[in-house]
């Protein structure tokens, strides 16, 4: 659990990320104070539970206190989940017409967007790792190129790109938020828990 100062931190550099999981909490609140907090953390390569858990067990490390980190992942259905957790990578070289260009000639534009999300009560804690996922398709980019790749991600039963929706209009979709669902009904169950038997 949170020490004393009953505070977690969100280790992110990512303005956008922040600012949606602080839109998360302020409609769905946990009795601790959530942060965030920018922490260089060395890239690794693996599946995306392997490498949240590394960030995750790092950070605590370097801070000595609670910790939040997340590993986001866009795979595509033809590319048999690629470029998954490397897909800050391949945005970066490719843009989101490059993204488009791997699934040309492709008859399955599928997609499935991931956030793997690892917590760490504090030292000597396991984190705990929780998974959201959204499915949807790759589609030419529509609405605006601020946070990575939501241009090019329509989510199934919608036609909208994360891109053009408004942040209530993103949330039911968003795989981020499923993940924090989950974080927080770990969260609560563990505020809940009687002193000396929290699951954390």
């Not at 919608?158 to 009904?185: I, V």
């Amino acid at each position: 659990m949170p020490g004393e100062s009953g505070t977690i931190h969100f280790v992110t550099g990512n303005a956008n990320k922040a600012r949606e999981l602080a839109e998360f909490f302020a409609s769905n609140p946990v009795p601790f104070n959530i942060t965030p907090t920018s922490l260089d953390l060395p890239e690794i390569q693996g599946d995306p539970e392997e490498i949240a858990m590394y960030k995750c067990s790092t950070a605590m490390e370097k801070l000595q206190a609670p910790v939040l980190v997340e590993d986001v992942c866009l795979g595509f259905n033809a590319l048999h989940g690629l470029p998954g957790p490397y897909i800050k990578q391949f945005l970066q070289k490719l843009g989101h017409d490059g993204l488009n260009r791997m699934l040309q000639g492709f008859e399955d534009q599928g997609a499935v967007a991931m956030c793997t999300v690892a917590y760490c009560a504090g030292p000597g804690c396991t984190p705990v790792v929780v998974v959201g996922k959204t499915e949807g398709k790759i589609v030419p980019a529509r609405g605006p190129s601020s946070f990575g790749w939501d241009p090019i991600f329509e989510p199934a039963g919608s036609a909208l790109t994360y891109g053009e929706m408004t942040p209530a209009q993103k949330s039911p979709y968003s795989h981020r938020h499923k993940a924090l669902k989950l974080l927080r009904d770990h969260l609560l169950a563990a505020a809940a828990a009687p002193e000396g038997q929290s699951s954390t």
